[in-house]
Structure formats: C-alpha cells, structure tokens
C-alpha cells in the first residue's frame, strides 16, 4: 500500500466496537491486501498512538434478494481490531460522549 489513508478506509459504528473502545481497542474497515504491520503502521501514523497488537479477519458478503427472484450478494470486506496501548484513546467521533439510557 501507499498512503495510511490507503489502508485505514472507515471506522466501524457499532453497539460492539463501542464496548469495544472501553477496553482500548478500536476496529477499522481496511483494505484487502493490507497486512497487520501496515495497519499497525498506518495506526500510529494517523492516529499518534502506539498499538500493541492487530486482529484481522474477512468478513464474506451475504445473499440478498434483488427485486423479485434475483439473488446478489453484499460486497465482502476485511475488519481489523486494533489494540493500544494502556491509557490512550483515538478520538474518531470528536468530543461526542456515548450516553446509556
């Protein structure tokens, strides 16, 4: 890969990854090709953090019906869970607080 932005495409919002930002990781839609040192490499270098550990996995797409009879799938993509190390934090939503009611 190139670019750090070539790498890291979106943060992932979800019930889970925001449980998951309580335990100082953080997960990210990168690309296919992208190996755990790249991701760990464009982490730190957008981010300024420094992580200690990568997971990723590929997530396959799933069968959705298209107008009547049709069958299509989702696009298939790769998920990576980033680890930091203990006490720092990636602001990726700004100052916004993530309320329980």
Do not use: C
């Not at 930002?21 to 839609?29: N, P, V």
């Not at 300024?48 to 019906?65: A, F, Y």
């Amino acid at each position: 890969m190139n670019s750090a932005y070539n790498v890291i495409i979106r943060p992932i919002v979800s019930e889970r990854s925001y449980d998951l930002m309580e335990q100082g990781k953080y997960t990210f839609e990168v690309a296919k090709t992208a190996g755990k040192e790249e991701i760990a490499e464009a982490v730190e270098k957008l981010f300024g953090v420094h992580v200690v550990k990568v997971n990723t996995m590929q997530v396959k797409g799933k069968h959705k019906r298209v107008r009547y009879q049709t069958m299509g799938m989702t696009r298939s993509w790769k998920k990576a869970i980033v680890t930091l190390k203990a006490g720092e934090t990636i602001e990726i939503f700004g100052n916004q607080q993530v309320a329980a009611e």
